[in-house]
C-alpha cells in the first residue's frame, strides 16, 4: 500500500493540477485521520516527523489567490479538527500568534467577513470558506489559552459587520459570528470573577458601537417574524 501510495504522487505530481488534486487527498486523509481519534502516540510521532506541519498550513492561507479555495477550505477544516483536541491545539495557537504569521488570522477573517458584507470593493471568498474560518475560530475558543489569543489579535471588532449583514442567505453566518461573540463574553466573565480586572470584552463591545448592533439586529429578526406571522396570519 505504501509504495503504491508513493507511485501515485510520483505520477500526479507531472501537472500542476494533478499536484492540487494530490495535495486535495492528503487533507481529507488528514481530516478523516484526526478525526477518528487517533492513538496519542501516534499523532506525537507524526509530529515530530513533520515540525513544520501546521506552519505550513497556515503559509498555504497566506497565499491567498494563488491557492484554490477549496484547498484553502480543506486547509481551515484540517486546523480545526487538529484543534479539536486540547493536546494538539497550542501548536495552532503558536503559528497564528508568534513569527511570521501573527495577525495573519485577524488579517483573513477581516478580509473575508468583508467580502461577504461588501465592504470590500470586490468579494474575493465564498461563503463556504467564511463558514469554514467561522468554524475554526469557534474551536480555538474552547480553551482558555485560545481566548486570549483571540482577544489579543482583535476578534470582536472583526466581528461586528457581521451582526449589521441583512442578507438572508447569510443567516447561518451571523448566528455563528453571534455564538462566537457569547462564548468570548462568557470566557471573558469567567476570567474576570477569578482575576478581578476588568472585563476588556465587554467594554470593547460597547466602545465600538457593539451594543447598538445586536439591539437593532434584535429589531430586524423581530421584525420579519412579525411580518412573517402576519402574512400566515392572512
Same mark, same amino acid.
Given at each position: 500500500f505504501s509504495l503504491l501510495a508513493r507511485i501515485r504522487a510520483a505520477r500526479s505530481f507531472a501537472t500542476l493540477e494533478g499536484r492540487r488534486q494530490c495535495v486535495r487527498f492528503r487533507l481529507l486523509a488528514l481530516i478523516i485521520l484526526m478525526q477518528s481519534n487517533p492513538d496519542h502516540d501516534d499523532m506525537v510521532a507524526f509530529h515530530v516527523n513533520e515540525p513544520d506541519f501546521v506552519n505550513e498550513l497556515v503559509s498555504m492561507l497566506c497565499l491567498g489567490t494563488s491557492i484554490p479555495e477549496d484547498i484553502q477550505i480543506l486547509v481551515l477544516r484540517v486546523l480545526a479538527t487538529q484543534c479539536s483536541g486540547r493536546p494538539r491545539q497550542s501548536s495552532v495557537l503558536q503559528a497564528i500568534s508568534a513569527g511570521g504569521h501573527r495577525g495573519t488570522l485577524a488579517t483573513i477573517m477581516q478580509r473575508a467577513i468583508g467580502s461577504i458584507t461588501g465592504e470590500t470593493p470586490t468579494g474575493t471568498y465564498s461563503y463556504q470558506f467564511v463558514e469554514a474560518l467561522l468554524a475554526l475560530v469557534m474551536t480555538l475558543l474552547s480553551s482558555s489559552s485560545g481566548w486570549l489569543c +483571540?482577544?489579543?489579535?482583535? +476578534?470582536?471588532?472583526?466581528? +461586528?459587520?457581521?451582526?449589521? %449583514?441583512?442578507?438572508?442567505?447569510?443567516?447561518? +453566518?451571523?448566528?455563528?459570528?453571534?455564538?462566537?461573540?457569547?462564548?468570548?463574553? %462568557?470566557?471573558?466573565?469567567?476570567?474576570?470573577?477569578?482575576? #478581578? %480586572?476588568?472585563?476588556?470584552?465587554?467594554?470593547?463591545?460597547? %466602545?465600538?458601537? #457593539?451594543?447598538?448592533?445586536?439591539?437593532?439586529?434584535?429589531?430586524?429578526?423581530? #421584525?420579519? @417574524?412579525?411580518?412573517? @406571522?402576519?402574512?400566515? #396570519?392572512?
Open positions: +483571540l482577544t489579543e489579535v482583535g +476578534l470582536v471588532p472583526l466581528l +461586528l459587520p457581521l451582526l449589521q %449583514d441583512t442578507e438572508p442567505t447569510h443567516v447561518s +453566518l451571523v448566528s455563528a459570528g453571534v455564538r462566537i461573540l457569547e462564548t468570548l463574553l %462568557d470566557l471573558s466573565n469567567s476570567t474576570v470573577s477569578r482575576s #478581578g %480586572d476588568s472585563d476588556v470584552v465587554v467594554t470593547l463591545l460597547r %466602545d465600538l458601537g #457593539g451594543v447598538d448592533d445586536i439591539v437593532k439586529r434584535l429589531q430586524h429578526e423581530v #421584525g420579519i @417574524t412579525e411580518i412573517a @406571522t402576519e402574512s400566515t #396570519g392572512a
